[in-house]
């Protein structure tokens, strides 16, 4: 097996990924792009995914499926996260992808999903011998791997993601004012109560947030993972990108360099827990990962053949 592909359907988007592993064993990337569908609006209040939610991202699957054919990939493999792991009806989106393209969906929980991240990041950047702490934060949830070296020690997921912050303290459009403290205060309470603790020798932060901000730390008007692979994160930056977004309505914020139109509703929210993982775990800075769920599970396939 020379070539696989990837198609991760998050709360928020789905990212898809074209791999090809090398004579070395490293692997290229052949295709790696996301299309922010948003499976998981609405799914707080009504506990299921909606029609159109349904129906438009069970067709951006069988989209990625046919491009990774076109693409030569000798096996498509489709795993799903938070929004089909709590929806009420998603044997329907499962059913309805399997009817489109023929790709089967694999649900996986919050552990798998944590640990795919951690061979993510080990086989893109170098790790320390201390303490060091990933976390994944997407449109539903966010996982936390703690891990020292090489070692994955612990993981666990928190169901807690942009869109319901999003949904809950920034409706109203520009925002309101003290919105963002009551938002970072819910958050903090959720993730003391998960168990979010610790002064790891290096934090990591991955998903769309952390890449997207990276992005608009750059000014990026094209993006290039090269750039924010191992780049970093400030408080102060971190601060100052709230701040902006809190100024801004929803369509000014779609002018920033680097942020994805599509992103530009729930990136406060997306900042904000930043905002919080940075402050509990006493960290000056985080360093951006580009790689993702996608890029481990990538690796995984390879590495069992």
Known sequence: MKRVAIIDIGSNSIKFFVGERREDGTIAAIVDENDIARLGEGLRETGRISDEALERNAQSVAAFAKKAKDNGAEKIVSVGTMALRTAANSADFVKRVKELCGVEVQIIPGEEEARLSYLAILSGMPVPDGDLVI???????????????????????????????????????????????????????????AGVTGKPVKLVGMGGTVTSMGAVKHKMVKYDPDVIQGSTLTRADVDGQIADYAARTVEQRRELPGLQPKRADVILAGACILKDILTRLDAPELTISDRGLRHGLAFDLFSKE
Request: hydrophobic share 40%; no cysteine; proline share 3%.
């Open 135 to 193: 976390f994944d934060t997407g449109g539903g949830s966010t996982e936390f791997i703690f891990g020292k070296g090489t070692t994955l020690v612990n993981r666990f997921s928190v169901n807690l993601g942009a869109i319901r912050i999003t949904e809950k303290f920034f409706a109203d459009d520009p925002v309101k004012p003290g919105s963002v403290e009551d938002a970072v205060r819910e958050i903090d309470e959720e993730f003391a109560a």
